[in-house]
Every structure is written in C-alpha cells, then in structure tokens.
C-alpha cells in the first residue's frame, strides 16, 4: 500500500460545479497536509495548508483534515476554467525545520468546461 | 522577488552518460530540495540541502547526488543515467527555518535519456 492515495482521474465538469478532490494515507504521524496545483509545463504552486485536523477556507477553495479517518479533502466551489491542472496532495511528517520529504499523491487532473 | 529558476529547462542524454542539473532559490532562502516527478511514480523527494549540507535523503540510488554553495545554489548529478531516469526534475526553496515553511517550486528540468 503506497503512503498516499489519490484517484488520477481524469475528472471533467462543468464550469460553476463544485468539485471534490480527495487523498486517503496510511501514516498516522503525518501532521501536515498541502494541495498544490500544476499547471502543464509548470512547477507546482501551493494552494492550502493545514495543520492536524480541521477546515481551512481560502476564498472558493476548502482544504479539510479528518485524521481519525486518515482522509483529506479540496473543495473547489464555482469552478472556472482557469482551475484547469493537476491537483497534489502532499503530506509530511515534520514541517518545522526540515522541509524536504514531502509525500505526493500521483494528482488528480481536472478539466472544467465553460 | 524572483522565483526559483533552473536550469537547463530541457536536457536530452544517452544511457550510461551523466548530467548536472542546476538550481538557484529565492534570495533569502537556505534550504533546496529536489523532487523527481514521472507519471508511473508521481513527485519522488530526492534530497533536502540546507546551509550547504544535506538535511534529509529520500530512497534513491546512490547514482543520485547533490550539493549546495554557500550562495544557496543547488546541483544536483546523475550519474550512469538509465533510461528510466527520464523525468522532470524539480528544485524548491523554502527559508528552512523552524514552523511552517513553504516550498517554492521550480519549473522544472525535463530530462529525457535515449
């Protein structure tokens, strides 16, 4: 069982939909949980960070953490065109101080049609 | 500020050759990490390098090398390169420090080996 599980999709919706991504893991040490967006032909860029368990909200995104159940969650709601990409998570034992080691899921590609 | 930049952006090599990849972080920023990203296997963390020594190693073959400048500059080599060494090859910077960090990614360096 790899550490982190993410469905590659691809997943297509219309613009407006709101769109769930979601990430399973198997460690429970994990304490950090990111989502990065990649565009074709780019480096990811980080979208939300959240710490332990809980919701975090950044304007139409909303990254959740339910460690109990060791699952997280995006939410994308009115999805635009423009949130064409692939979408990572990515999760680490222990943020302070060292930064490398960040565990991928292999990404979800999305496509939203206008 | 400027981003993270590497460079070559695209390298093309033979089997059993070797390449140098080359990484320069956000001013300001001390620690690099490199990641491997191909589609079989998603972002892999390489190594982490922090104030010129290496801070973190991930599962790779001792094939995979890397080193920081006292300028924060990172390279990283491969050597004897296989063919399924093609992939793209990420740096990101982050300030290293203790709390949370982000990481800053590169566009990448696609290195295809023939």
């Known amino acids: 069982q790899k550490e982190v599980e993410q469905d590659p999709g691809p997943l297509s919706v219309p613009e407006g939909a709101i769109v769930s991504l979601n990430c399973t893991y198997s460690?429970?040490?994990?304490?950090?949980f990111m989502w990065y967006r990649q565009y074709s032909r780019k480096g990811p860029e980080l979208l939300m960070y959240t710490y332990s368990s809980g919701n975090k909200e950044d304007g139409r995104f909303t990254a959740q953490v339910d460690k109990s159940s060791k699952y997280i969650s995006l939410f994308i709601r009115d999805s635009q065109p423009s949130d064409s990409a692939t979408y990572l998570c990515a999760m680490s034992v222990n943020y302070g101080g060292s930064q490398g080691n960040l565990i991928f899921g292999k990404g979800t590609k999305l496509s939203v049609k206008p | 500020k400027a981003g993270v930049t590497q460079t070559p952006r695209y390298l093309i090599k033979t089997r059993g050759q070797q390449v140098t990849l080359s990484c320069s972080p956000i001013?300001?920023?001390?620690?690099v990490s490199w990641y491997q990203q191909t589609p079989g296997q998603g972002l892999q963390f390489l190594f982490e390098y922090f104030s010129e020594t290496q801070r973190n190693k991930g599962n790779f073959p001792g094939r995979f090398s890397g080193r920081q400048f006292s300028n924060s500059r990172s390279e990283m080599n491969v050597s004897t390169l296989e063919l399924g060494d093609s992939a793209l090859y990420l740096c990101?910077?982050?300030?290293?420090?203790?709390?949370?960090?982000?990481?800053?990614f590169g566009p990448g360096t696609r290195l295809t080996v023939l």
């Open positions: 990101a910077s982050s300030g290293g420090t203790i709390g949370y960090n982000e990481q800053f």
């Open positions: 460690n429970s040490a994990f304490q950090y």
């Open positions: 001013s300001g920023h001390r620690s």
